[in-house]
């Protein structure tokens, strides 16, 4: 537990989820808790609001909520935004539920408000915010932490088992899991710290978006963002979709889940949260405790909490010990030499930029994957797997693969630019070393397609969603480089 922390953080039961972000003491002439989230957009079940809930009742001061969207971030997209914007309306009606002010802000020509987090810390007795190991959420909390005389902490809000009670230095899943599984009851069950201190009402130094009643479509549209990718198909934003997604798990999904979650062609075998994890509607706990009161079978909950505790959790375990998540020096060192030791293999496979990002390579299965990125944002687990591996032969060097992959999954997918992303890209380009030695890929395992293409019906579900139209998405000149610690 770090000593920086002031009582009522100090001695919450969530403590080790907390930690103080510069040296800055509690300014008692604040008039609020400015509590501003990036990525945890929910306004029930989420620690960081709990943990400024929990500041203003000792110090006796209302927490001021403060989400904000800029147009400026890496892949500003109509779809990224239109997600985003939906989570933020619902979290600012959650957060009125709760008691709580809520500010937010879309930046836009006609509405600038360069610092925004500053000025409305310099009025806060303290800041707390999101403590997220990868893309920009790292390294904006970070900077705000350097720059502020308010006391800046950061709270994680995207694991069940809070990282820190793990401990540090473990390099495999299987020790981490030894850890992680005795841990798990303990974090469990929902109970939000309740406010004792009415809302903040008083002034702030600009003025907010009332999102509520707002077209977001029409917003979204006026915006200097991507609009050539449009919102997803298929994952509408909005708490509201989220819990339609979580009761379609309990029902349909996981009675039958540890047999059709590797089917691709099925739509009901997998969960479709990921995108709501990422930004947050969701978190962790409420999903679990909706898992565990369904009717359905031990084996298939023990599955699903493997992937979402077993295997994301240690996901972001990983990011959090690694100084550059997001890059290709991640990747286990045998196979980044094997990998090396084949950089001048002849590569037949090779796809131009373009031909990739629009799904239309030679590869029918890996269009398939590609088009589901490019439709409905989201793809499935088995079908991203294959489409990993693949970029390595489709690319010049296995670092301009690696930059491929986290482009195309980042700039596409909803729950991209997430510690899941890169963990399963290193994962891809890692994973146990085969016995056997391949052109291009040396000891890199390398995986076919025949798990959806021999299963009934599946050649032509893979031909269908090859051919899926498209929206005509830019294509870049280059591939971005190393912009998510351009802090
Ligand atoms: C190359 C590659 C790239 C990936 N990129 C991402 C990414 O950008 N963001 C992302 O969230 N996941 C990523 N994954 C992991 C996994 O594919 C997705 O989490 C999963 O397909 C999401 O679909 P779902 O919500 O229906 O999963 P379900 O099968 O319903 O699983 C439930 C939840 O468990 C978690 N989960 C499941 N599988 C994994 C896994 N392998 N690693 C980590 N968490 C998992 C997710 O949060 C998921 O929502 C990637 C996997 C690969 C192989």
């Known amino acids: 537990m770090t000593p920086d922390l002031p009582p009522a953080l100090a001695d919450w039961r969530e403590a080790p989820r907390v930690r103080a972000a510069n040296h800055r003491p509690v300014r008692h002439d604040g008039r609020y808790i400015l509590c501003w989230l990036q990525q945890a957009l929910r306004a029930r079940d989420n620690p960081v609001i709990d943990a400024a809930v929990r500041l203003g009742n000792a110090l006796r001061l209302p927490v001021l909520v403060y989400h904000g969207v800029r147009e400026d971030y890496p892949y500003a997209s109509d779809r990224l935004h239109r997600f ?23 930046d836009r020509a006609e509405r600038r408000e360069p610092g925004l987090v500053h000025r409305l810390g310099a009025a806060a007795a303290a800041i707390v915010a999101e403590d997220q190991p990868t893309f920009v959420a790292r390294w904006q909390a970070e900077r705000v932490a350097a720059r502020s005389d308010a006391p800046v902490y950061l709270v994680e809000a995207a694991c069940l088992v809070p990282p820190a009670v793990i ?37 702030l130094p600009f003025v907010a978006d009332r999102l509520d009643d707002a077209d977001l479509d029409a917003l979204v549209a006026r915006l200097s963002i991507d609009h050539s990718l449009p919102a997803s198909d298929s994952h509408a934003p909005g708490r509201a979709a989220a819990l339609i997604r979580l009761a379609r798990l309990t029902t349909e999904v996981l009675p039958g889940y540890a047999s059709a979650r590797n089917d691709a062609t099925r739509a009901d075998g997998a969960s479709g949260l990921s995108p709501y994890l990422h ?4 978190g962790p706990r409420e999903v679990m405790a909706a898992v565990d009161a369904s009717r359905a079978g031990a084996q298939h909950k023990r599955k699903f909490a493997d992937e979402l505790l077993g295997w994301r959790e240690w996901f ?25 030791d084949h950089a001048g293999d002849p590569r037949p496979e090779l796809e131009p ?34 489409w ?48 056997r030695d391949r052109p291009v890929y040396g000891r890199v395992a390398t995986r076919g397609d025949g798990s959806t293409r021999h299963r009934d019906g599946g050649a032509a579900w893979l031909a269908a969603a090859a051919a899926l139209p498209t929206p005509a998405v830019s294509v870049p000149d280059a591939l971005p480089g190393d912009r998510y610690l351009a802090g």
């Open 353 to 386: 930029l373009a031909a990739m990002l629009c799904g239309e390579t030679r590869d029918e299965t890996w269009n398939a994957c590609q088009r589901q990125f490019l439709v409905h944002g989201w793809m499935h687990n088995n079908l991203r797997m294959y």
């Open 316 to 340: 972001h375990y990983q990011a959090r010990g690694l100084a550059r998540p997001e890059h290709y020096d991640r990747v286990a060192d045998w196979a980044r030499h094997s990998l090396s």
């Open 388 to 435: 990993g591996k693949r970029i390595l032969a489709m690319t010049p060097d296995p670092q301009t693969a690696w930059a491929t992959a986290c482009y195309l999954n980042d700039r596409l997918s909803l729950d991209g630019r997430d510690p899941s992303t890169y963990g399963n890209i290193a994962a891809m380009f890692g994973g146990a070393p085969s016995d």
């Open 167 to 203: 401990g540090d230095g473990i390099r495999g899943r299987s020790g981490f899991l030894r850890r992680h599984e005795p841990e798990r009851e303990r974090w469990s069950g929902v109970a939000d710290e309740p406010s004792e201190v009415a809302p903040y009402a008083g002034e």
């Open 279 to 282: 930004f947050g509607v969701l």
């Open 84 to 106: 985003i914007l939906g989570a933020g309306r619902d979290l600012g009606a959650g957060c009125a539920a709760r008691g709580l002010a809520f500010a937010g802000h879309v």
